[in-house]
């Protein structure tokens, strides 16, 4: 079976384009070869910064025969139905057609149409143009003298060459023909930039990827990361450090280079006195260098590792040499901006009224940032207010939250007040990355107690579903009170997520404020909270209104649920529990809990069959309009099976009730399996649609109790199985 080679060689890709890029690549092409009637063994693509690559394997060298039946007119029919059908199949005569016959219409034509197979070569030489020209780049250019016409070619860089080799491995690969913009496929490649720039002429891939080898070339990405992660250790291994791993980085700097060279380079020691967080961004963000430190060490060393992509004839030392330089340029204004954030602001008088508001304490450098931040009415979102206007909605949550949290009152309004004073300090300004955690350096360096410091860097976690849980309670009030207040916005002003898109991020502030609620063990109902909110949310803006809080409300038991089935909760259990009025998430989880340990046991299991039949039956009689008693009256019992179920009924709904009231869900779930028994014998010995309609109407509501007692804990009738 024949073997399809593409490249796409150009000016550089930029790094964040080139995987997806290579997949787009690999669907379009594949998914155009199936449509033309192709099949393929395997497929694989590849990139470098300067090429997308395509190998596909086992292609056939045909596309199949496709025979069709197309039905026509009846034989009897007029001469224009019959000249229409002639047209549409491609038949010049009637004598073309075939009479088929069938019982109800009777003698009609059929054309029997044979479409022959095509070679592959004119279906990739036919689909590769379209593909190219396009590409789903989120950014493309026009370039070259044919930039001036119209309908030219647009690509994410200067397109320089294209490959398109076709061939099985006992023959020779032959060249598929086309263009596009006057760039002619051909089987010429050229290696790394610098290193060798000749034409290389290749066939199908082991040989296209062996040769770009010796030229300097490495075409797997993945290969690519493996050895700038394996050089880098070792480099630094060497010098006795150990390198801070950056996965985001890695990828990115294999999207740089074509052949690997990892070199050390090194700054002065003084500028470790900076924060490690900012060295580490400023050498990642400006250079896409590495860090190191010591083996264990939480701070960093002085040497860090870049990535060239030219294998220098002096060993790097001029690479080395130049980066350092950079860097260093870099770390001096990093080192700048670290020392201007802890002096004073200069014109300290115009942010008196705001420090008054806040109270704010203007000898410290984080307050005067604070008070500029309001001074300065910067917005938080154009109909939602500034952010000094969110600080106080925060800070006024914040002091009701800790009627809940427990947290000290005066620390939680300290932290509240100071959360996003860093926004205003130059460090946030070069690397927002890093707000919250510069709150904290500098709230540590002007004497914030460690709860507040904590908190001012912790009110933004958890940001996602694997980040870490803030578990001091001055950090989880002002983190609720932060994550409530933008959902409680956003949803005053109709911003919520839309299927896919959430660019407010709402999503994860719902998961956040969930898993600060379940991993916390809080006890927080919802809908008092949202009205909280959205009060101080009116107060700034009284154009709010509407029933805000149940639309909240029901958006959090859809992120509950996903919570909660990702931690392996049944859907159908989460169901039976979740009221549309239940706002006490951390209730909710606990008896979903119970729920589940209950219902895989052998009893749960019968009771569930039991009280699912008691439920059916019941609302199938409800339905009918069947008449169903008010009360049971144990005087109509006929039966022992009756009076049985009916005292377990009475015992077990008292001892799960008191069990409910101390929110010992286990305890009221074994109190209901004690009505196993007796609801089988009650199915076993007693018809419940008797001829009398009273003790029909008595036993039904036997049945009512049945529903009510299970009610209590869960939905049963939600439940499968």
């Not at 155009?32 to 300067?50: C, D, F, I, K, Q």
Request: glycine share 6%.
């Amino acid at each position: 079976m024949p073997d399809l080679l593409i490249e796409l060689r150009s000016e550089e890709i930029p790094a964040r384009m080139q995987r997806k890029a290579a997949g787009d690549l690999k669907k379009l092409v594949t998914d155009a070869l199936v449509e033309a009637g192709l099949t393929y063994e395997g497929a694989r693509e590849y990139w470098t910064p300067r090429r997308l690559t395509l190998d596909i394997r086992g292609l056939n060298a045909r596309s199949a025969d496709i025979r069709e039946e197309r039905k026509g007119p009846r034989t009897d029919a007029n001469e224009k139905a019959i000249e229409g059908f002639l047209r549409g199949a491609g038949l010049s005569s009637i004598s073309e057609a075939h009479v088929h016959s069938d019982p109800k219409r009777g003698d009609f034509y059929v054309a029997h149409i044979l479409k022959p197979g095509r070679d592959a070569e004119e279906i990739i030489a036919e689909i590769m143009p379209g593909i190219i020209r396009n590409f789903p780049w989120p950014k493309s250019m026009r370039s070259g003298a044919a930039s001036a016409k119209p309908g030219s070619l647009r690509w994410v860089r200067p397109l320089q060459s294209i490959v398109c080799t076709f061939g099985s491995e006992t023959e020779e690969t032959r060249v598929v023909p086309f263009e596009v913009d006057g760039i002619v496929a051909s089987n010429v490649t050229y290696g790394h930039r610098f290193h060798a720039p000749e034409p290389i002429a290749v066939r199908r891939f082991a040989d296209y990827a062996e040769k770009l080898e010796r030229a300097k070339v490495v075409i797997d990405a993945e290969r690519r990361k493996q050895i700038i992660s394996a050089d880098a250790h070792n480099v630094a291994f060497a010098s006795g450090l150990e390198l801070v791993e950056d996965e985001g980085l890695l990828e990115e700097v294999s999207g740089l280079v074509e052949w690997p060279q990892v070199l050390m380079g090194s700054f002065e020691e003084s500028y470790l006195e900076i924060p490690s967080e900012i060295i580490r961004l400023t050498i990642k963000t400006n250079q896409k260098c590495f860090v190191t430190r010591e083996p264990g060490a939480e701070t960093l060393s002085n040497k860090f590792i870049l990535v060239s992509n030219i294998e220098a004839k002096d060993g790097g030392k001029e690479i080395v040499h130049g980066n350092g330089k950079v860097v260093r340029a870099r770390l001096s204004d990093a080192a700048h901006f670290w020392k201007r954030d802890q002096g004073n602001l200069p014109d300290l008088e115009t942010l008196e009224l705001s420090a008054k508001k806040f109270g704010l304490d203007l000898r410290k450098p984080l307050d005067q940032r604070m008070a500029k931040l309001d001074a300065l009415n910067v917005t938080f979102h154009a109909k939602l207010g500034t952010q000094g206007e969110r600080v106080a909605r925060i800070r006024s949550l914040a002091a009701e939250l800790t009627k809940v949290t427990g947290a000290d009152i005066t620390q939680v309004d300290r932290a509240a007040v100071l959360a996003k004073a860093d926004l205003r300090t130059e460090a946030v300004g070069e690397f927002p990355e890093l707000q919250g955690i510069m709150g904290h350096k500098y709230a540590v360096l002007q004497g914030e107690t460690s709860a507040v410091a904590n908190a001012i860097e912790d009110h933004y976690k958890p940001q996602g579903p694997s980040d870490r849980v803030p578990a001091d309670p001055v950090a989880v009030t002002v983190a609720l009170a932060d994550k409530l207040d933008t959902l409680a916005g956003f949803w005053a002003i109709d911003e919520k997520p839309t299927g896919s898109k959430d660019p407010y991020a709402l999503r994860r502030a719902a998961l956040g404020v969930i898993r600060l609620i379940l991993e916390g063990k809080t006890r927080l109902p919802l809908r008092p909270v949202f009205e909280i909110a959205l009060a101080g949310l009116k107060e700034q803006r009284p154009e709010v209104a509407g029933d805000i809080a149940t639309d909240l409300l029901a958006f959090f038991h859809d992120r509950l649920k996903v919570y909660l089935r990702d931690l392996g909760a049944r859907y159908d259990l989460i169901d039976a529990v979740l009221a549309a009025d239940a706002d006490d998430l951390l209730l909710i989880a606990r008896r979903v809990e119970a729920l589940t340990a209950f219902i895989t046991a052998e009893e749960g299991k019968n009771l569930l069959a039991g009280t699912k039949r008691a439920t059916q039956i019941l609302a199938a009689e409800e339905k009918k309009g069947t008449e169903v008693a008010a009360s049971v009256d144990e005087r109509l019992f006929k039966l022992d099976a009756e009076r049985t179920l009916h005292a377990s009924i009475k015992v077990a709904t008292g001892d799960a009730r008191d069990a409910i009231v101390k929110e010992d869900f286990r305890s009221a779930m074994a109190a209901l399996s004690k009505l196993r028994e007796p609801v089988d014998q009650f199915f076993d010995d007693v018809l419940v649609n008797d001829e009398d309609t009273a003790i029909r109407a008595n036993r039904l509501a036997l049945l009512g109790l049945i529903r009510s007692a299970t009610g209590a804990v869960a939905d049963f009738s939600k439940i499968a199985g």
